[in-house]
């Protein structure tokens, strides 16, 4: 095999290329200086390649030019090597080097042929032209939109904000528009950039983080109010917080706009103060007779007692028997007077959990018996409700009350013309789902005209005689009942017996069983 390569490389039988052309000296020239300038050119083409797709890495099929550089380099070494052999007959290195250009010449053509459709396929210079001019018009238009919507974020009158939800679930502020700054006296300067527990009060971090993660777990708008205490001082915002969600469907901002509702809240206070007041006013008589009860027992036993003791007839027991009874009565007094400061005084405090059937109770304990000295009788049907509500018990309890005065005065209005009426229904229960209590108070007082049902719970509306009352209790009490985010209704109901009368039914929506109050309320 060696001998054979030997032979096959031996150019001993050969003679150079130069004596076909005689020798002469112009016809040399002539081949040499023409594939000399060939074979310089082929390779300064492949260099001028290569270096281009260096620079330009981004320019598609690149490695198709590193294989035509290839060809290239190929193809002018046949021309050096043909000036070789004119004078050095080494005509089979001569045809090794061809059939390398050969080969790469075959592989180049049908590479070629094969990415024919995609070279096709990519624009020509006017395509990118018009892309380019579109592409223009559509960064201006975005940058036209940006700047209006920066003006738009930053001189609106809302509060607005936006959070950025970052890959660990955690929250940062990316910015707040001018009002937001002025509403809480915060620095959008200090807060970009910042995540929420680090920008903000340890206190009002915790109060709004919780909010931002339910808008991101449930991917879904919600609006809540809030108090939280800022630089300006404790303020009441009425808050909507709308997730941005990529294309993978995962939430990666929440936009968020508040009002400051502080001034409403506070009318809204006042007149709910106002209400109770009214309705305290309401019951003085039948309380001052409650209180005269234990008042009028305590007197005729202390007299009786001291009557006794000034004629040496006290007995032990029986004296006992008159202290005992005087504390009795006094302790049932001071119950009531507890009972009638608490529900006075101005419930500045948050919404918090607590059991509705409580309310029902104490409320029913504060008209039962001056309801008795009008023979009407408040039935209890307390059921088995140990769901917690969020709210403020004493604003619900205002609610009851109202109710029962409704009641009170529509039936005492059916026995002025004629009725038999004289029974209040309270009970207190939940729905199968253990997801919300029911309140329902019935009375037998004849009902509502139809025609104004749907109109009774309008603010100054009323159906009793001019002076007799203002028409905002059930007002009042809808926007309580909304603030627990629950609902109240009426409706004629035909009772047991023959009777007729209305049955208002409030149902809220219960809180998981927990010892510590959270104020969350429905806006």
Known sequence: MAVGLEEFLDTGGFVPHGVCLLWRPDILMLHVASDMLIGLSYFSIPVALTYF????????????????????????????????????????????????????????????????????????????????????????????????????FNNLAEALFIVRVEPDGEFAFEAINPALARATGLDPELLRGKRVGDALEPEVADAIIPRYTICRDRGESIDYEETLELPVGQRVFHTVLVPVKDAAGRVVQILGSGRDVTERKRLQEEVIQTSKLATLGTLAAGMAHEMSQPLNVIRLWTENTLTRLHENLLEPARAERALKLVIEQTERMGKLIDHVRTFGRRDGGGMRAFHPAQCVESAVELVRHQYALEDIKIIEDAGPAQLPVTGRPLELEQVILNLFSNARDAIVAHRASGGAAGRIMVAVSEDPDRQSVVIQVTDDGGGIDPSVLPQIFDPFFTTKEVGKGSGLGLSIGYGIIDSMGGRIEARNVELEGGGRGVRFTITLPGQPVSSSDREFSHA
């Open 53 to 152: 797709v260096m620079r330009r890495r981004d320019v598609a099929f690149g490695w198709m030019a590193l294989l035509f550089a290839l060809f290239i380099i190929a193809c002018g070494t046949t021309h050096l090597l043909s000036v070789w052999t004119l004078w050095n007959p080494d005509y089979v290195l001569e045809g090794l080097v061809k059939l390398i250009t050969a080969l790469a010449s075959l592989a180049t053509a049908a590479v070629l042929w094969w990415l024919m459709p995609r070279l096709l396929a990519l624009p020509s210079p006017r395509e990118l032209e018009a892309s380019n001019r579109a592409l223009e018009l559509e960064v201006a238009t975005r940058r036209e939109m940006e700047t209006r919507y920066s003006s738009f």
